[in-house]
């Protein structure tokens, strides 16, 4: 309830900023659409700069990533620092997620979708699948971005958009799919 209730608060706050009409207002709207157009060469360098050093932990802890599926007290008989493996593992992912959403915008959807399409791909072990999701992911944005362009020329649709109309529909597929259930 407590993060319903701050995504209530937040959107309220977002909406109140965008009814505005000002200036603030259609660059908060691109942002939050994902735009990839105010993104400069000096934000793609500085991107790439953070790409390595909060990469190379994810693929340290390759193993870590293998075996933590296997649930906590397997984890632990492996020898896996469980809550100092996860604390890791997720400081790192938002730090990831940071940096992205500081240079485009939130891009939920290729963050949701890459992972499982290099799952369905067939990269299953811990390090081949990370680097399938981040190039799959790259990909997905390259036609996402592409597609904004030429979609409306000479306007710009924001890639955002574009990523949430390749991805939505997968992601729907896989909730209606859902889980099978063993037993």
Not at 57 to 80: C, E, K, M, T
Not at 106 to 128: D, E, K, M, N, T
Request: hydrophobic share 60%; charged share 10%; glycine share 10%.
């Amino acid at each position: 309830l407590a993060g319903i209730a701050m995504s209530a608060l937040c959107s309220a706050a977002i909406t109140a900023t965008i009814a505005m009409g000002n200036a603030q207002s259609y660059i908060l709207l691109r942002w939050l659409s994902g735009s990839t157009g105010q993104a400069s060469a000096l934000d793609a360098g500085l991107a790439l700069a953070c790409l390595l050093p909060l990469t190379l932990p994810l693929f340290l802890a390759a193993r870590w990533l293998d075996i933590l599926p296997l649930g906590s007290d397997s984890a632990r008989g492996l020898g896996v620092p469980v809550a100092g493996g996860r604390l890791m593992l997720i400081v790192v992912a938002a730090l990831l997620t940071a940096l992205a959403a500081m240079v485009v915008g939130p891009l939920s959807f290729v963050g949701l979708i890459a992972p499982h399409l290099a799952r369905l791909v067939g990269f299953s072990r811990a390090r081949v699948h990370l680097a399938g999701a981040m190039v799959l992911g790259a990909l997905l944005m390259i036609v996402s971005d592409w597609l904004s362009r030429m979609a409306a020329f000479p306007y710009e649709l924001p890639a955002g958009l574009f990523a949430s109309l390749l991805g939505g529909p997968y992601l729907v597929y896989l909730l209606a799919k859902g889980v099978p259930r063993q037993g």
